[in-house]
């Protein structure tokens, strides 16, 4: 118990003291939070109802997708983890602390976010706090597990930043943050529901703002928590201490289990 | 003699088709230090990280404290330290946070008083990446040592460091094998092998070409102990003279130089000419082969004695 409140301790400082990792928990998301509140109501006023999960959704993105997966990549390349196995620190604490932390540090943001914003910009408020509260913890167990398993899976940062950016654009476009998921052509509609960031939106909408949901909302949630599980099993699976090291546990394309839920409610839902 | 604490058995250790170390075996006792020695690519790195349970071996048997390092690591952990080459720290982490990270995962209070001691007091809060290479190592050094470990395995331990940490260092060294730590020194500075080893192992392909104490392995040679004579009337300086087993001699100021494959009979000839002539001797230096002579010798025949 001593270890992991160390370990957590010294991880939740790194996401403030490094400052990349300050940049992608607090500055981009509370930068890019304030931006869109000053331009959006101007283009489309609809935006304040849903601002608030859409920032949420966004600060979730970049903390974790950007944020998570470098530094285990750089971690893993400078021997840190090789240290790690000598002296006992087990791969479940290597990966999942780094995810607990950033959740914590999103936990902060968001209620930066959530607070200010109908002060600042007149943003709609959640209806049901229990269910923003859940879905915000759903999405980011999610996400961070997906950050995670991309940090796991990329044999470098270039890659580790592909794989992310492959998630993250596709999320900013056809996610539900800037433009609702019903206004999206059919095919986009469909494809987009494969991400994280479009289930997220959807319990947000139907669950906690008290909107209408494109799809079941309830289905979004279990949803995201087993992708999270997933990925987090799937990264344990297959991490690997060392880069020197040439045998590995598994395939890395193992990880595309994580899309599992958001297929089988794509097909079923 | 006291039984040893590392066992390696026709260890063998490969990468594909590269064989890294072929079928090596040696012992290591209790509160030795046991240097090992070799050129890039001998196969230190994979006994190593064998011995320390990063790596499977391919064949034979390694023990380590009576541990399989391969098949216990849960146990290995508490009975080992390790300072490895690259520090493996992350940049942020700081001495003080480095220290109660690694004792909580050892279950042992931390020892703040080895950061003090390894002149890191002034730096317990500074981020690791501020710290200067030669602090990192003994960060790294402090945190190998903290837990207590039966045996201590250091990979190039005084690289970076300047001459009162590198002296530090040794002392350090010098305390935990009075204590009855076991060290494994991995290293390329040949003076700091032959000081500090009490037996040293020179790999070379894969093998182990020469085993023994510094003093056993420098004796063991062809090189040419070297003798440096100066005397009040300079009587040995003469091209003409021949001294038994002398097979070289030149002259430098005012020193005569022989160089001998058998040190008695040339010092016992010199000193003998000189009573003879008369003259006076001022001074009389002996300079055995060093440890680096005998590495080089061994690593450029590729061991062929």
Known sequence: MNAFVNHFSFEF???????????????????FYL?????????????????IPAMVVFATLAATLLG??????????????????????????ILTIPALTTILHLVIVTVIITATAPLLFDARLPVNWPNYGLTFMAMAFACAGLGVLIGVISPS?????????????????????????????????KVSQ????????????????????????????????VSGVLAFVVAIYLFNWDSRNTTRHGHPLLALLVLLPYVIGLLFG | MTAPVIEVRDFRKTYGDLVAVDGISL????????????????????????????????????????????????????????????????????PDEAMKLFCAYHDVAPRFDLLERLGLNEKRNA??????????????????????????????????????????????????????????LATHDMAEAEEMSDRVAILLGGKIVTIGTPMEITATGAGLTKVSVHTQGGSLINPELHFPAVSQQSVKDDYAIFFSTDIGPTVSAIIAHIEVQEDTLIDLRVERPSLEDRFLEVTTTGGAQ
Do not use: C
């Open chain 1, 13 to 31: 400082r790194t996401g403030i003291r490094n400052k990349q990792l300050q940049l992608l928990n607090y500055l981009f998301p509370l930068g």
């Open chain 1, 35 to 51: 931006m869109m509140g000053f331009i959006m109501p101007e283009i489309n006023t609809l935006f304040l109802e849903s601002m």
């Open chain 1, 68 to 93: 998570l997966p470098d530094p285990l990549v750089n971690a893993r390349e400078a021997g840190i983890f090789r240290n790690y196995k000598i002296n006992g620190i087990p791969s479940s604490s």
């Open chain 1, 157 to 189: 940062s270039r890659t580790a930043v592909l794989w992310s950016q492959l998630i993250f654009v596709p999320s900013m476009l056809l996610g539900g943050l800037m433009l609702p998921h019903s206004m999206l052509p059919d095919v986009a509609g």
């Open chain 1, 194 to 225: 494969l991400l994280p960031a479009t289930q997220a939106m959807n319990a947000f909408n139907g669950l906690a703002m008290g909107k209408v949901a494109d799809f079941d909302p309830v289905g979004s949630v279990i949803a995201l928590f």
């Open chain 2, 27 to 94: 012992d290591v006792r209790q509160g030795e230090i046991f240097g090992l020695l070799g050129p890039n690519g001998a196969g230190k790195t994979s006994t190593l990280e064998s011995l320390e349970g990063l790596r499977s071996p391919d064949g034979g048997a390694l023990r380590v404290a009576g541990i399989d390092p391969a098949r216990e690591p849960r146990k290995l952990r508490n009975v080992i330290g390790v300072q490895l080459q690259s520090a493996g720290l992350p940049e942020s982490i700081t």
């Open chain 2, 127 to 184: 981020q690791f990446f501020e710290l200067s290479s030669g602090l990192q190592r003994r960060l790294a050094l402090a945190l190998a040592v903290a837990h207590n470990p039966q045996v201590l395995f250091l990979d190039e331990p005084t690289a970076g460091l300047d001459v009162a940490s590198r002296v530090e260092l040794h002392n350090l060294m010098r305390e935990l094998q009075a204590n009855g730590t076991t060290i494994i």
